[in-house]
């Protein structure tokens, strides 16, 4: 059981709006650790998407943004394209387990 | 080109040992921490195994501890992971991945995997 925790899955249709939630807890995004973000697009290796809770790396469509506040971190995915769709993963750092610590992942669906 | 290439995968009996390989090409592999990431079939990235860039620290997930041995030979730019009694549930894909940030550690780069089925 992840310490981070994600919906299991979204949707939007192409065009829309959406937002995967990433709720941690006090050991590991409340005590000041970043949320970073992955894509893994059907069959391939995750990318990194968003790092340090907002910032995009090069490349990367500023369609995607990231946010952080208090225990709890978002992804906003705006005009979705039927390319977006994959599994979304949210990263930090917790204290009590010692360790790097990945959500459970969230499918984006675009319908 | 700037990447990661892991190799080594394969089926294995229960108990027994296999050595995982990830070839670094395009940086300066010596001055970046490196990361075992791995993934069950149909399941979430669960972090597995940290080296230092220089090797002089290693950190574990729990269910690997004891069992697992992360190393690394940065004149040959390589990244090892070395996985004894392996188990049913180790079955996975094995992603080796570059960390990067001071505090708060982030994965920068992957490598496009190795499937790893621990079956008898």
């Known amino acids: 059981q992840s310490p981070l925790t994600q919906p299991p899955s979204v949707s939007g249709a192409p065009g829309q709006r959406v937002i995967i939630s990433c709720t941690g807890t006090?050991?590991?995004?409340?005590?000041?650790?970043?949320v970073h973000w992955y894509q893994q697009l059907p069959g391939k290796a995750p990318k990194l998407l968003i790092h340090?809770?907002?910032n995009r790396p090069s490349g990367v469509p500023d369609r995607f943004s990231g946010s952080k506040s208090d225990t709890s971190a978002s992804l906003a995915i705006t005009g979705l394209q039927a390319e977006d769709e994959g599994d979304y993963y949210c990263q930090s750092y917790d204290n009590d387990l010692s360790a790097w610590v990945f959500g459970g992942g969230t499918k984006l669906t675009v319908l | 080109q700037v990447q990661l290439v892991e190799s080594g995968g394969g089926v294995v009996q229960p108990g027994r040992s296999l050595r995982l390989s990830c070839a670094a090409s395009g940086f300066t592999f010596s001055s970046y921490a490196m990361n075992w990431v791995r993934q069950a079939p149909g399941k979430g990235l669960e972090w597995v195994a940290h080296i230092w860039y220089d090797g002089s620290k290693t950190y574990y997930e729990d269910s690997v501890k004891g069992r697992f041995t992360i190393s690394r030979d940065s004149f040959k730019k390589m990244l090892y992971l070395e996985m004894t009694s392996l188990r049913a549930e180790d079955t996975a894909i094995y992603y080796c991945a570059r960390v990067v940030g001071a505090y708060s550690n982030y994965f920068d780069l992957w490598g496009q995997g190795t499937l790893v089925t621990v079956s008898s």
């Open positions: 006090t050991s590991n995004i409340g005590v000041g650790y970043a």
């Open positions: 340090d809770n907002a």
